[in-house]
């Protein structure tokens, strides 16, 4: 089997690898993009309205996440953990941002995106500092494969509730996706290079000239999740003026309690950054991250968080989604990430075309979302194969922390911490006790850290250790070019 630039086995593209020719790294990036344009609008959709914002302040705010999203990226590949991994707006800072615009909601939309600049200018700082001080790449002896394995799996568990509720608003075209998804990456790609190298997109854009044919001829009614409008392709300028990029919503404003509340959002984001970096690793075939790698890219997040302050949009983290696709096509080339953010800051700009890709059916992005983010538990899961699967103190731990991943933030759904005397200390349990990743993160590293246990047992010996190269090879016997 040939070797890629990295010594990956079984990569088609490695770290260092530039796919030619150019038009080919180009539809790669493409594919990065679509892969994350779903979720990085999507916040901006939600918050918007809860804004009361009109058509063109919400115009501004998806081109504003979407330059900030390809600035984010540009320093993670750069100065960062130099890993192929998109950066996108967080979900972990919805519960602060809307406590923010409730406590601001009476003086306007614009008002509310100011405290949200000011809290994410100054969450930024901290991560920055937690960063580059080195505070989380020492706590590496402390987090060992029984604690990663099960923080990654939740990555993608604990968005089950986006799935199928995305997919549901029409099951036919979301199983289009899937059903390309699996036919073009397990069947097709064995026997052609190209569909390889494009599953993703192919599953996409089949599914939307299917979603297109039954729009134009009513098969899908107007108005149903499926429906493929252009009513907002047509009310959008080609161009955005390049004056409103910085600080479009006016100077940013900071109150103490806005900031803590988004340092829940922060903490979360980081604990799932650290869990992404294995992961990336493990789907490029890399090396686990050193302490170095995930010191810079912590602090490489706060600075293309700080970046988000500055160009109007919200808080950016690891995308796990695009690390399932670098999983799946594998192409791990920080080349074709590079180009990705280029093209999304350039997307940023370019209205019309932000707009065309808004096109896109939402039960489509639910159907990637059914086949991407499994494959980020699966991962999770295989970095449980370096520790002892066969000791009970595992299994304990590993299952406990799964279960209360999925079961804790199902309580916090249901109730509200209230703290009488330190407002801001609810509001951040409740952040944090919320977010499955950040729940099995936390219990696990109690756990395996006070429960007494050997680090052969743990994973953290030399031959346990995750920097094995995971295993995406492709099966012996058969070529993939």
């Not at 040939?2 to 990956?8: N, R």
């Amino acid at each position: 089997m040939a070797q890629t630039a990295t010594g990956a086995r079984g990569m088609r593209y490695g770290l260092d690898d530039v796919p030619r020719p150019f038009p080919l790294a180009v539809g790669l990036g493409v594919q990065h993009v679509l892969t994350m344009f779903g979720a990085t609008i999507a916040v901006p959709l939600i918050l918007g309205p809860a804004m009361e914002m009109t058509g063109g302040e919400i115009a501004i705010l998806v081109s504003s996440v979407m330059i900030c999203s390809g600035l984010a990226t540009l320093v993670q590949v750069s100065i960062g953990t130099r890993l192929p991994i998109i950066q996108g707006i967080s979900f972990s800072f919805l519960g602060p941002f809307f406590a923010i615009i409730g406590a601001t909601a009476a003086q306007g939309g614009r008002v509310s995106m100011q405290f949200i600049a000011g809290a994410v200018l100054a969450g930024a700082v901290v991560e920055m500092i937690v960063g580059y001080s080195g505070l989380l790449g020492r706590l590496r002896d402390f987090v060992s494969p029984v604690v990663i394995g099960p923080t990654i799996a939740m990555i993608g568990l604990a968005l089950f509730g986006v799935g199928a509720p995305t997919a549901a608003g029409n099951w036919w075209l979301a199983l289009i996706v899937v059903t390309g998804v699996f036919v073009f990456s397990l069947i097709v790609a064995p026997r052609n290079r190209f569909v390889g190298l494009f599953p993703i997109l192919l599953a996409v854009l089949v599914a939307y000239a299917v979603a297109l044919v039954g729009s134009l001829t009513g098969i899908i009614p107007e108005g149903s999740p499926g429906y493929v409008s252009f009513a907002a392709l047509g009310e959008a300028p080609w161009v955005r003026n390049p004056v409103d990029v910085v600080f479009p919503w006016g100077a940013p404003q900071f109150k103490a309690g806005f900031i803590l509340s988004a340092l829940a959002g922060y903490l979360a984001s980081m604990i799932e950054s650290f869990g992404d970096y294995h992961s990336v690793a493990a789907a490029a075939g890399a090396p686990r991250p050193s302490d170095r790698q995930i010191n810079r890219g912590i602090g490489a997040e706060g600075i293309g968080c700080f970046l988000t302050g500055i160009f109007g949009g919200f808080a950016s983290t690891s995308y796990t989604e695009n690390i399932g696709l670098v999983a799946l096509t594998r192409v791990a080339s920080r080349y074709v990430v590079v180009i990705a953010g280029v093209l999304l800051v350039v997307l940023g700009f370019i209205a019309k075309f932000g707009a065309l890709i808004a096109t896109i059916p939402q039960p489509i992005v639910g159907g990637l979302y059914l086949t991407l983010f499994g494959l980020i538990a699966s991962i999770g899961l295989g970095v449980l194969r370096h520790a002892d699967l066969d000791s009970q103190r595992n299994q304990l731990i590993i299952g406990f922390s799964l279960f209360m991943g999925l079961s804790l933030p199902a309580y916090f759904n249901n109730v509200e911490v209230q703290v009488s005397w330190a407002p801001w200390l609810g509001e951040m349990i409740d952040s944090i006790g919320s977010t499955g990743m950040a729940v099995s993160a936390i219990i696990g590293l109690l756990l395996d850290n006070l429960i007494p246990g050997t680090r052969r047992e743990r994973g953290l010996d030399t031959g346990h250790e995750v920097d094995v190269q995971t295993e995406v090879a492709e099966p012996e016997g058969r070529a993939w070019s």
